[in-house]
């Protein structure tokens, strides 16, 4: 039986990887998800599963070397899946110096607690072990030419400091990988949407305003384009790779699926006017009118997009997921979940979107 150790799987994609996982291969193996729980990391995530005999949650920072060490010393993991970060874009314009530590020092921690639980006295690792560093799209910057893509080979060129951190806990991944030949992989992902995502980031942020009858802020033109993702087909991704992928190598995870955030916002609206009954009183709030174009992200990215070629080629994966039943699946489970909603839009929520928004 493989035991995991998860770090950051509190979050939206941890959480949902977690899922994931105990659903594809439920008792045959063992998760501890390592998690400091910030704004963004949330239990109730996880609740279904908090029972399991072969899951663990333990609180601790990724920073914290005695507390990772502890994990370590006092369970034989044989996978890590460090998800753990601060990821908003936004935040990191307002805050960079949260981003470095978690992103690039936390990292570092990961990678020498793992290395000195793995490491022979020959140098070479205990048989089957890997770690695997989920990063992101970002790091190659932003494409302008319509026709070009992301590729593994693709210079770095981050632009925000979350993407400059990511960055950085990529090379020193790398570095791990050139200098001490530790079995790492790094996976480069595009954006994720589903559920339990928190709604600081675009979709569930559009989701939570068009239901309450807030404005809702596109930035810039609003023509901006990502690739979109659903999220269980990332986790299907960092299984593959982590099962499968040849170590030391770095795979691009993407949909193919490009759409300017403005056709995002639309397709929101509709899929809200589709889905809700009629008699919903929340239905009469949901309106194109909402739409409002705000100041631009500072050094915003123009386009990503993830030509997810290598992966498809070595591992077989492919996105499951189309975009038109994905976006339905995610407004539904939105829909369904508006106690979930509720819970994470208390407490500080309310200030760092007066923050963020008021003005604009
Ligand atoms: P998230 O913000 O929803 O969750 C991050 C989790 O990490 C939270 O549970 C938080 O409590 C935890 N965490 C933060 N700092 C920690 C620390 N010091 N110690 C321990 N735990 C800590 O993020 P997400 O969107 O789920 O992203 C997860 C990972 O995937 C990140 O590394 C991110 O860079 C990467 N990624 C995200 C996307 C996306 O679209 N969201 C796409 C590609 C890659
Ligand atoms: O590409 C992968 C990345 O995707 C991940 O590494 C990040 O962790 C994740 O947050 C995401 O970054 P983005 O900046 O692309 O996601 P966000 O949801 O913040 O914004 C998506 C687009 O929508 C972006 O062009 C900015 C725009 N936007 C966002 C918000 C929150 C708006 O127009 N209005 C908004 O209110």
Excluded at 221 to 245: C, P, Q, S, T
Aim: charged letters at 30%.
């Amino acid at each position: 039986m493989k035991t995991y150790l998860v770090t950051g799987g509190a979050g939206f994609i941890g959480s949902n990887f977690i899922h994931y996982m105990f659903k594809k291969y439920d008792n045959d193996i063992r998760i501890i998800n390592l998690d400091v729980l910030t704004y963004a990391g949330n239990l109730e995530n996880l609740e279904d599963i908090e029972g399991r005999e072969n899951y663990t949650f333990v609180k601790a920072d990724i920073r914290d070397k005695e507390a990772v060490r502890k994990v370590f010393e006092n369970n034989e993991i044989d996978y890590v899946v460090n998800f753990a970060a601060e990821s908003h874009v936004d935040r990191s314009i307002e805050n960079p110096e949260i981003f470095v530590e978690t992103n690039v020092l936390g990292t570092l921690v990961m990678l020498n607690e793992a290395k000195r639980a793995w490491e022979k006295e020959d140098g070479s690792y205990k048989e089957g072990c890997r770690f695997l560093h989920v990063s992101t799209d970002e790091v190659y910057g932003s494409l302008n030419n319509l026709t070009d893509y992301f590729y593994e080979t693709t210079p770095y060129d981050p632009h925000s400091p979350y993407s400059a951190s990511k960055a950085s806990s990529d090379f020193l991944v790398k570095s791990y990988v050139d200098t001490y030949k530790f079995p790492a992989f790094i996976t480069n992902c595009s954006n994720n949407y589903g559920p339990y995502q928190f709604p600081e980031k675009l979709i569930p942020l559009i989701i939570n305003n068009a239901l309450k009858g807030e404005k809702l802020p596109v930035y810039g033109d609003g023509k901006n384009v990502r690739d979109w993702l659903y999220v269980e087909d990332h986790a299907k991704g960092i299984d593959m790779v982590i099962n499968g992928g040849r170590i030391g190598e770095k795979y691009n995870i993407g949909g193919h699926n490009e759409k300017q955030n403005i056709e995002i916002i639309h397709i929101i609206l509709d899929t809200l006017n589709e889905l809700l009954d009629d008699s919903d009183p929340r239905k009469k709030n949901v309106s194109e009118e909402l739409i409002t174009f705000v100041t631009d992200r500072k050094g915003h990215d123009r386009r990503y997009a993830i030509a997810p070629d290598k992966i498809k080629a070595e591992l077989g994966w492919e996105p499951e997921t189309m975009f038109s039943e994905g976006i339905k699946k995610t407004v539904k489970w939105y829909l369904e979940n508006e106690k979930w909603f509720k819970g994470v839009t208390s407490g500080d929520y309310q200030k760092y979107y007066d923050k963020m928004y008021t003005g604009r």
